[in-house]
């Protein structure tokens, strides 16, 4: 997908620097907590939606610390449809 800022339903997006110290991972639940109007800890653990592990991999700058290339990923977590891509762009809507 080219276009990746226009969505007709969406009800959150957050935009990320995929090289801070911040994890995805950590990341992704701070944008859905935000889409809920909820504190994040009031969220199941993301690890038990999806391998935290290798979600923060997936994303994580190359060693050399260069950026991945392009790619996203779609799961659910607490009752909203997340999609994740490279550029930093996390999407969250209603399931």
Same mark, same amino acid.
């Given at each position: 997908?080219k276009?990746?800022?226009?969505?007709?339903? $969406?009800?959150?997006?957050?935009?990320?620097?995929? =090289? +801070?110290? #911040? %994890?995805?991972? *950590? !990341?992704? #639940?701070?944008? $859905?907590?935000?889409a809920?109007?909820?504190?994040? !800890?009031d969220?199941?653990?993301?690890?038990? *939606?999806?391998d %935290?592990?290798?979600l923060?991999?997936?994303?994580?700058?190359?060693h050399? +610390? %260069?950026q991945?290339g =392009? +790619? =996203?990923?779609s799961f659910?977590?607490?009752?909203?449809? #997340? !999609? #994740?891509?490279?550029? +930093?762009q996390? $999407? $969250?809507?209603? =399931?």
């Amino acid at each position: 997908m080219k276009d990746n800022d226009h969505y007709s339903t $969406v009800e959150h997006i957050d935009r990320v620097d995929w =090289s +801070g110290d #911040v %994890t995805p991972s *950590t !990341t992704i #639940v701070e944008a $859905v907590a935000r889409a809920r109007n909820c504190r994040p !800890t009031d969220l199941e653990s993301l690890d038990k *939606t999806i391998d %935290t592990d290798a979600l923060n991999a997936l994303f994580a700058p190359r060693h050399d +610390g %260069t950026q991945r290339g =392009s +790619g =996203s990923i779609s799961f659910s977590y607490s009752d909203r449809d #997340v !999609t #994740v891509f490279s550029d +930093g762009q996390i $999407v $969250v809507d209603e =399931s």
